[in-house]
T-cell receptor
Framework: DAGITQSPRHKVTETGTPVTLRCHQT?????MYWYRQDPGHGLRLIHY???????DKGEVSDGYSVSRSKTEDFLLTLESATSSQTSVYFC????????????FGDGTRLSIL | DQQVKQNSPSLSVQEGRISILNCDYT??????FLWYKKYPAEGPTFLIS?????DKNEDGRFTVFLNKSAKHLSLHIVPSQPGDSAVYFC?????????????FGRGTQLTVWP
C-alpha cells in the first residue's frame, strides 16, 4: 500500500467553524491531490499541488484552501464550513510522469451540522 | 459537464461468470485511462490502466479494452469472484499533462453473488 495517511478519519463539526484535514505521505511523491466524493458525482478534484508551495485549483475549489509547506504534507482547509461541504474527502499522490497512477488514502468522512 | 461517463450505476453477476463494466468519454485529448476499485470505508485502489496507443491490457483476471473511435472503454473480470464486489470507477487523463489530473466517472457498483 502507498504510504498515505489522512487525519482525522472522521469529524463532525458545526456550520461556520474552520476545519483542517491533513494528508501525510511517506513516498516522497511530487504531486498531491484533494478530492471529494459525493453520491452521484464520483470523485471531484478540489485542489492539487505540484511541489512545495506550488498549488492550484481543481473543479470544485470554492470554499477551500490548501497549503503545502513540506513535501510530505498537504493540508486542506475549510475556512468557514457549510453543510454543502459534508462529504468524504480523499487525498491522492502521484510520482508524476507518463502513465503513473494516483494512489489514494482511506479518506476523511466530514459531517457539518 | 461530465467528461467521463459510467451509465450503469450497478451490475449484478453470478460468481464464475464474466463481469463487463463500461465507460464512455467525450474528450478526445484523453490519452491514459484507469480503473479503480473501491470498498466501503476505504480509498479507491488502482486496478489497471491503458494507454491510448494500445487497445487492450491484461492483468490476471482483469482486462481493459479501449475503442478510441467510439470513445469507449470496458473492464472485463473473468472469472468474477464475490471479493470483486465493490464500486468501480473509470478515470481518464489529458495527454501531455505531467500533473496527471484525473477525470472520474460516477462509478458502477458491482455485486458478485454465489
Amino acid at each position: 500500500d502507498a504510504g498515505i495517511t489522512q487525519s482525522p478519519r472522521h469529524k463532525v463539526t458545526e456550520t461556520g467553524t474552520p476545519v483542517t484535514l491533513r494528508c501525510h505521505q511517506t513516498e516522497n511523491h511530487r504531486y498531491m491531490y484533494w478530492y471529494r466524493q459525493d453520491p452521484g458525482h464520483g470523485l471531484r478534484l478540489i485542489h492539487y499541488s505540484y511541489g512545495v508551495k506550488d498549488t492550484d485549483k481543481g473543479e470544485v475549489s470554492d470554499g477551500y484552501s490548501v497549503s503545502r509547506s513540506k513535501t510530505e504534507d498537504f493540508l486542506l482547509t475549510l475556512e468557514s464550513a457549510t453543510s454543502s461541504q459534508t462529504s468524504v474527502y480523499f487525498c491522492a499522490i502521484s510520482a508524476g510522469g507518463n502513465n503513473q497512477p494516483q494512489h489514494f488514502g482511506d479518506g476523511t468522512r466530514l459531517s457539518i451540522l | 459537464d461530465q467528461q467521463v461517463k459510467q451509465n450503469s450505476p450497478s451490475l449484478s453477476v453470478q460468481e464464475g461468470r464474466i463481469s463487463i463494466l463500461n465507460c464512455d468519454y467525450t474528450n478526445s485529448m484523453f490519452d491514459y485511462f484507469l480503473w479503480y476499485k473501491k470498498y466501503p470505508a476505504e480509498g479507491p485502489t488502482f486496478l489497471i490502466s491503458i494507454s491510448s496507443i494500445k487497445d487492450k491490457n491484461e492483468d490476471g483476471r482483469f482486462t481493459v479494452f479501449l475503442n478510441k473511435s467510439a470513445k469507449h472503454l470496458s473492464l472485463h473480470i473473468v472469472p468474477s469472484q464475490p471479493g470483486d464486489s465493490a464500486v468501480y470507477f473509470c478515470a481518464a487523463r489529458v495527454g501531455g499533462s505531467t500533473l496527471g489530473r484525473l477525470y472520474f466517472g460516477r462509478g458502477t457498483q458491482l455485486t458478485v453473488w454465489p
